[in-house]
């Protein structure tokens, strides 16, 4: 999986062209000089592998990605708990993620995550409940998040995790979530917060069956050894589906549950045994790297030059069928 590294997600960084010995070509009228500046925009590669036994119906995750107006992504993680009442879990979070993606050309969204998943909350009509992280990057290079629940989001520099949101929950394995219920939990729950970024920085979002079955120095390692944010995210969700199935594996969801208290019983303790494997889960995967476009000053906003908008318009992936 080594690649070189020419070829690793670090993009060339904007120099300045060599000073000509020849004089300039005169510009017509028609084609004037203009001033221009750098936007930040997201390049953005997602994968999504369902629960083993949930393969057939496409699993109970639902994401969507868009890398237009510097790039926003979302993924809602729908409760299983709901199908012990007959509830298709998936449906509320695949209507949740629509809804996120039709609200993002509304003005009163104003690029905030809270305001859009407040609306596409207030919008979705479907029984069930979910965990939910939405997160934009500004122009500017701010990355703005509204999280509920234990979806995750880790910014990798230079080989380093230098950020990661923490998790929200009531108690082990029960965290917060979006409901259609008057008990759930509102965006105004929501951890929301701000990371200013870098060009080459990477993002890793996931569902938590991403985060449960893989460390951080994993993701690090694949990072650094992926040509590119698609293989990125494909490589980081096949990994975690293996672990998922290990018993062997002492996965971090394993370690989480022990420093908990859950562990096996005690005969077994005398016998040496501990509680390890992974977890079963749906596993999705949004990788996205931070890139630099240059946009005439007088042209609102529309790129001269499109890198990174491999996604181009919204594409919402409501499983993976």
Not at 129 to 138: C, N
Not at 189 to 195: F, G, I, Q, Y
Not at 222 to 230: A, K, L, R
Not at 232 to 252: C, G, M
């Amino acid at each position: 999986m080594a690649a070189s590294t020419a070829s690793r997600l670090s993009p060339p960084r904007f120099r300045a062209p060599s000073p000509s010995p020849h004089p300039p070509i005169r510009r017509s009228r028609f084609s004037p000089v203009r001033a221009a500046k750098l936007e930040a925009v997201l390049s953005i590669g997602t994968h999504l592998i369902p629960h083993p036994r949930k393969a057939a119906s496409g699993g109970e995750d639902a994401f969507f990605a868009n890398s237009n107006a510097g790039g926003v992504f979302a993924i809602a993680d729908g409760v299983s708990g709901w199908a012990e009442k007959d509830v298709n879990p998936a449906l509320f979070s695949r209507e949740l993620m629509r809804n996120s993606s039709n609200f993002l050309n509304n003005e009163e969204v104003s690029r905030d995550p809270q305001i859009l998943l407040r609306k596409a909350h207030a919008a979705t009509s479907s029984i069930g409940s979910a965990t939910v992280i939405i997160a934009k990057l500004e122009k500017t290079g701010t990355l703005k998040i509204a999280s509920v629940g234990d979806c995750g989001l880790k910014v990798i520099r230079k080989g380093q995790v230098m950020f990661s949101i923490s998790p929200q929950e009531h108690y082990f394995d029960c965290p917060y979530q979006i409901s259609s219920e008057a008990v759930g939990q509102t965006y105004q729950d929501a951890l929301v917060c701000s990371v200013n970024l870098m060009e080459g920085d990477i993002i890793v979002s996931g569902s938590d069956g991403l985060f449960d079955n893989i460390f951080d120095q994993e993701i690090v390692s694949i990072i650094s050894e992926s040509p590119g944010v698609h293989e990125a995210a494909k490589v980081l969700a096949e990994l975690a589906r293996k672990h998922s199935v290990d018993v062997t594996f002492d996965s971090p969801y394993s370690m989480e549950a022990r420093s908990r208290g859950f562990d096996v019983p005690w005969w077994k303790k005398i016998l040496g045994a501990k509680l390890i494997g992974g977890k079963m889960d749906d596993i999705t995967v949004i990788v996205a790297q931070v890139k630099t476009v240059v946009v005439p000053e007088d042209e609102g906003g529309d790129t001269e030059e499109q890198k990174g908008n491999e996604q181009g318009a919204a594409a919402v992936v409501a499983s993976a069928e």
